[in-house]
């Protein structure tokens, strides 16, 4: 074949692709003329197994003269070799078998079918192997191997020979070893091939390998071919630095001379400082953290385009397992977590278990006892632990030695003992220990707000009420109509009875320290008790807490909404009706509601209320409409909306809450629907009418109730 202008064999990789194109779309459509009866697929078919056969007769023959050149593993290539002849006579066979030119073969044309293709499949199958490796549909891309001290990495095995895997193997390996040469080891490296050894010792800067690499692109020689992976910059700087120093292949990196050359390389190959960034998590998307905080959550990123996360839960007094739900996609990614002066308990402490890379979490003046810190152990990462102003004692110590990487500590005000604290902090010296007030941790000496405590803010006969404070010595004051406190007001006893609406305003006093901020909450006695609730219209979604019953049960939701204590209305009116335990005298209803733009939840934008006596038989007695929420309104609001009419004697009161239905125009998604969440209607008769904006005079009792 020498007389011909290009060297023919060498089209053997371009008409391989033929016979299986061809002898592939007869199956296809011969497959097709059994399923499609009514159609006449059968000149194709045989035209395309025609052209298949032909086909694989050349490709036959070009691919036995170019196994000539050699550079091949001889397995592979002899089960190539044969495959493909048993290809071109199975493709004739199959298309005789078609025209039906031989009886026999006519009758055994659709095992044919079955056999070409095996056939077909199997010699492509060899052929890659050989091109690109028996393992070639298994590998995937590697990225550069970490170590913890790349001075400590040898820079063959960890840097030089991952190179050629990547790069030069494909052509250069037992089964495939162009031009004689073997680069998957140490052993081929030095021996070379073909054209020669690879490394000039005398004149590193000119070793065969250098010379291949740097040649043009248009040039035959050039190494890697043109249409494969080229080598880059990077890794060409890598190759040179290496074989310049002596191409040592037990050296280490610190070894090798002239490593400020190639510094900013090497730094790809090292591993990061610390647990966090070995983790190799790219940052959220802002929708995802805006997703989280429109579910009630308060969630924020550590740092600018950081993929770590900071939950703040505190002073939360409503958490649940649910609180916790909407975070479980992304617990390991939360290194911050803030669930001080909240009512997270030992029961809640399950919930931590999730956070495998947490970093610092805050837990003072929080519910948590020695049991529920059993879970720290789960927690290998954890840096920093506030226990300041909880229960736990030196029981909790054993729990908390179990945290290896632990560097700050905070115990003041706990019931842990001198004794057995100075003991740990003996065992544990690398641990800072705060064990008093800390002026940078808990801020100029400010006292923190009372936390004011109580089973519910909704009532019906009484309510006992608690103001507590991690700080000891404070005196606690109080008003209950609503006014701002002073050192004049009276002093929190133990406990409060309340027997009325009330809303408390207490802040914190102590000699020495500046006063604390004013905390507030609003405790609503509802006057008449409803027997049941019924909703003639469903929730949307998941939002369906306890349907009917969730409007008369007294449980009042909070500002996560997604606690699972209200009912929540997308883009539709809600409509309810209670029913008293006999005919009594009501004069008002009112509706207990939350906005949060945000999240496109709204107030309701009016009501109508209607009474019974009989359940059948509703007159309007009453109807109320609300200004819409003001474009600078953004944050999460409780609201408590009163219709009064006159007295009127029922058992029934049927109320329609109107929903403005369309996100507002100012709003980000303007004309999106919107959301009404409601999660209690309160009833009340003439002597019992609820007072929104506090009491001229209420009536509560003292108590020692401890």
Same mark, same amino acid.
């Given at each position: ?28 459509? /011969? ?42 593993? /001889?397995?592979? *290539? ?14 004739? *066979? ?108 005398? #004149? ?6 250098? /010379? ?31 074989? #310049? ?136 990462? *954890? ?17 908390? =030695? ?62 006992? #009420? ?19 406190? =002073? ?12 027997? /009325? ?87 008002? *209803? ?85 959301? #009404? ?30």
């Amino acid at each position: 074949m020498e007389w011909l202008p290009i060297n023919i064999a060498r089209l053997h990789p371009l008409i391989v692709h033929l016979p299986i194109g061809f002898l592939l779309l007869g199956m296809l459509m /011969e497959g097709l003329q059994r399923w499609q009866k009514h159609n006449n697929y059968q000149p194709a078919i045989g035209l395309s197994l025609l052209l298949g056969t032909l086909a694989s007769i050349v490709a036959a023959a070009t691919g036995w003269w170019l196994a000539e050149e050699g550079g091949y593993e /001889e397995n592979l *290539l002899q089960y190539h070799r044969w495959l493909g002849i048993a290809t071109v006579v199975s493709a004739l *066979l199959l298309y005789l078998g078609h025209k039906a030119y031989v009886p026999l073969l006519a009758k055994a044309y659709p095992h044919l079918l079955w056999v070409c293709g095996a056939v077909l499949f199997a010699a492509g199958h060899f052929g890659g192997a050989m091109t690109h490796g028996t393992d070639y549909l298994f590998e995937r891309p590697v990225a550069p191997q970490k170590v913890e001290d790349i001075e400590e990495a040898l820079v063959y095995d960890i840097i030089i020979q991952p190179i050629m895997d990547q790069k030069c193997t494909g052509c250069h390996k037992p089964s495939k070893s162009k031009g004689g040469l073997l680069l998957t080891d140490q052993a081929g490296l030095m021996a070379g091939g073909d054209s020669g050894p690879l490394f000039n010792t005398a #004149i590193p800067a000119q070793s065969l390998l250098l /010379e291949r690499v740097h040649l043009p692109m248009e040039v035959e020689e050039h190494m890697p071919p043109e249409g494969k992976p080229q080598l880059s910059e990077g890794e060409i700087q890598l190759l040179e630095w290496w074989m #310049i120093n002596g191409a040592c292949f037990d050296c280490k990196v610190g070894d090798v001379e002239d490593r400020a050359a190639v510094a900013t390389l090497l730094e790809a190959y090292q591993a990061p400082a610390d647990h966090w960034a070995k983790l190799y998590l790219q940052p959220l998307p802002l929708e995802t953290v805006q997703k989280l905080n429109a579910q009630g959550l308060r969630v924020e990123v550590a740092a600018e385009d950081s993929p770590f996360l900071l939950v703040n839960m505190a002073r939360d007094t409503a958490l649940n397992t649910r609180s916790f739900a909407p975070l479980s996609k992304y617990a390991g990614r939360v290194i911050e977590l803030h669930c001080g002066y909240s009512n997270f308990s030992d029961a809640l402490a399950d919930q931590l278990t999730g956070f495998t890379n947490l970093k610092k979490l805050q837990l003072q003046g929080s519910r948590i006892t020695d049991e529920g810190l059993s879970v720290l152990p789960k927690l290998p990462h *954890l840096q920093v632990l506030n226990l300041y102003g909880t229960a736990v004692t030196d029981a909790s110590l054993e729990h908390i =030695d179990q945290l290896p990487g632990l560097q700050h500590l905070y115990l003041w005000q706990t019931d842990i003992s001198e004794t057995g604290l100075s003991e740990w902090m003996k065992a544990h010296p690398q641990v800072i220990v705060q064990r008093e007030a800390d002026r940078e941790v808990f801020g100029t000496a400010a006292l923190n707000p009372p936390l004011i405590e109580a089973p519910s803010t909704l009532f019906h006969d009484s309510m006992v #009420i608690r103001a507590v404070s991690n700080f000891k010595g404070v005196r606690v004051h109080y008003t209950l109509d609503g006014t701002p406190p =002073d050192a004049a007001s009276p002093v929190f006893p133990d406990s409060l009875v309340l027997r /009325e609406t009330a809303e408390i305003r207490a802040f914190a006093l102590k000699e020495g320290w500046n006063d604390s901020e004013v905390e507030q909450a609003r405790f609503v006695k509802a006057g008449l008790r409803a027997a049941r609730g019924e909703l003639l219209n469903p929730p949307s979604g998941k939002f369906q807490a306890q349907g009917g019953a969730s409007l008369v049960d007294l449980q009042k939701g909070t500002e996560v909404f997604t606690a699972g204590n209200w009912l929540g209305y997308e883009g539709e009116h809600m409509s309810a009706v209670m029913e008293l335990p006999a005919s009594t005298l009501l004069s008002e *209803l009112t509706i207990s509601a939350l906005s949060r733009p945000a999240s496109w939840i709204f107030f309701p934008k009016g009501a109508i209320v209607f009474v019974s006596s009989d359940g059948r038989r509703f007159r309007e007695v009453a109807r109320a409409d609300w200004p819409a929420i003001d474009k600078d309104v953004a944050e999460a609001e409780l609201k408590y909306f009163p219709i009064e009419f006159e007295p009127v004697d029922a058992r029934y009161v049927k109320v329609e809450v109107r929903s403005p239905l369309r996100n507002p125009d100012w709003h980000p998604n303007p004309g999106g629907k919107s959301w #009404i969440f409601l999660d209690e209607i309160l009833l009340s008769g003439p002597e019992s009418a609820f007072n929104p904006g506090g009491l001229q005079s209420s009536r509560v009792e003292s108590s020692n109730i401890k």
